[in-house]
């Protein structure tokens, strides 16, 4: 192929100053470009090419793919250069609605689907029909989304990978509308499916989606009653799919003058956790060091006497070299299987001691996370519940909380004398139908008793 890069830049330069009178430059561009040469070099042919054949869209779109997974925000960039020449380029336009999808920008969707008379829902291409069926669950059309997923189902062309998403999409959105039972069977199906592939399909170019299925698969089951040794068994076989090595040396971290300890998480704003992890930073004595490593925007920096970390662009790999060259003792995670978390990281054993804390009421079911901080009234000695980890229960409540954002001042209120008032905060899709059934059951019962829901919906 250096040959052919060799005789491209000699046509360059000569097309650079004399009008072109052919596509010899082009197809040989084209050659290069669909060739097996690092990005970068294909990234300076395209720009050549662009200088040389400023309408062909191809050239925008090319660009644009190979910005793809680097910087999303480059390739949206290029991506619009081609609308612009041909709107209605399928690969272009499929690609640029997926970023909108990702970025939550919908109006903008909406608009590219009225400038082109209702493209996205009257194109018959699979990939365009599974965008629609998220973007109209994202309007909350909840029923609507599941009903294209089902007649995505139907198509005998959809890939194994479609299959998996349209399963466990059914799974999530049946989860928001409360119907454990179909959510249960579809999030299932979709992980079953995942779990018979063959390994380089399931990690090495499906781990988001993996994780994503799994993350939803644990939550859901934690609404419900389960078999605790099916439930655990899932965990598991999440656990054999991860890879895993051990290649960092600890050696020097026994050098550190204070013990490092890393909490990884991205509630550090704007979360309930926020309430419960903010005291236990505030309180660390000045025998640790304390490094919080972010993957969520931090709208402002953690107060207190630690090391803030912005990790949130970087991929797994990255991050666990990341946290290893900070020298970390003991590296915590605060969201189990909640989003959103990087699991995958602790797979990777980037900090001699791993341990999980806090944020999900669950094992994470990962070999490499040695250790679980609880107590005995949230997990209880005589509990059939099962973990991967070794439980360390602290000796009185394993949480702390304050409120740090003292968003108002609590009013008084007259609590009236001829009854008692219930209360349930939890968001409605957590109240599954054995939670109603109790709740009917004392209403009915206890006839001075009055319920207060809120309702996000």
Known sequence: ????????????????????????????????????????????????????????????????????????????????????????????????????????????MQKINDDNNNIMYESTDLRMRLIVASYTCKQKQFNQSINMYHKLLEETELTITDRIICNSNIGITCNDVSNYKKSMYHLETAADLFITQPLGYKIENNIDNAMFMFN????????????????????????????????????SHKQNSKIRIGYLSGDYNGHSVSNFIHPILKNHTDLFEIHCFSIAKIYKPIPYNITNHNVRQLNIQDLADYIYKQKINILIDLAGHTFPNRLEVFTLNSAPIQVTYLGFPNTTGLSSIKYRITDSIADNMDSLQKYSEQLYRLPKCFLLFEDIYKLSQPKPRITP???????????????????????????TECENTKLLILLKS
């Not at 200088?51 to 190979?66: A, Q, R």
């Not at 655990?232 to 090595?245: A, E, G, V």
């Not at 209360?423 to 109603?436: A, C, I, P, V």
Request: proline share 2%; charged share 20%.
């Open 1 to 108: 192929m250096e040959f052919e890069i060799n005789e491209f830049n000699q046509l360059f330069f000569k097309n650079s100053f004399f009008e072109p009178n052919n596509n010899q430059l082009l197809t040989l561009g084209t050659k290069i470009v669909q060739s097996s040469v690092n990005d970068d070099i294909k990234i300076d042919i395209i720009y050549n090419l662009i200088t040389i054949y400023p309408n062909n869209y191809l050239l925008y779109y090319w660009m644009g793919y190979l910005h793809l997974t680097l910087k999303p925000n480059n390739a949206f960039y290029w991506f619009k250069q081609c609308y612009k020449i041909n709107p209605l380029y399928i690969e272009n336009l499929l690609d640029m609605l997926k970023i909108l999808f990702d970025t939550d920008q919908f109006l903008y």
């Open 216 to 251: 939803n698969l644990f939550l859901v089951q934690d609404y419900v009653y389960n078999d605790v040794n099916e439930m655990f068994d899932r965990y598991l076989k999440l656990d054999r799919l991860l890879i895993k090595h051990n290649n960092y040396d600890f050696h």
């Open 417 to 443: 004398s001829d009854c008692i008032v219930l209360g349930s905060l939890n968001r409605e899709n957590k109240t599954s139908f054995d939670t109603l059934h109790v709740w009917k059951t004392i209403l």
